[in-house]
């Protein structure tokens, strides 16, 4: 499985991006896709994730703020994250786990992209 993330750049503060994540893969359906982010000096965490199903588990601090969505026709993930806070500066990863459930946990996620940038700043 291979994972190419784009969409990200500069937004400022209150502002909109959205992420797209393309994977590789006859059997996107049954991929758990997640998106985790780094922030400089900091550790990467969970952000969000969504099952096959299009069930979705949001990390608290993007609650109300981000929506994680997929088109499973185009192999393809989104992340569209709302009233941007200059917090959300990080690095953005998608990634993909071949299971029915979603999880928090970045090592069961075994399959990863190379990430984007997001910076938020006036």
């Known amino acids: 499985v291979q994972l190419q993330a784009s969409g990200g750049g500069l937004a400022q503060p209150g502002g909109s991006l959205r992420l797209s994540c393309a994977a590789s893969?006859?059997?996107?359906?049954?991929?758990?896709m997640g998106w985790f982010r780094q922030a400089p000096g900091k550790e990467r965490e969970f952000v969000v994730s969504i099952s096959g199903s299009g069930r979705t588990d949001n990390a608290d601090s993007v609650k109300g703020r981000f929506t994680i969505s997929r088109d499973n026709a185009k192999n393809t993930v989104y992340l569209q994250m709302n009233s941007l806070k200059p917090e959300d500066t990080a690095v953005y990863y998608c990634?993909?786990?071949?299971?029915?459930?979603?999880?928090?946990?970045?090592?069961?996620?075994?399959?990863w992209g190379q990430g984007t940038l997001v910076t938020v700043s006036s």
């Open positions: 990634a993909a786990r071949i299971s029915l459930w979603n999880t928090r946990r970045e090592d069961e996620y075994a399959y």
């Open positions: 893969g006859r059997t996107f359906s049954t991929y758990v």
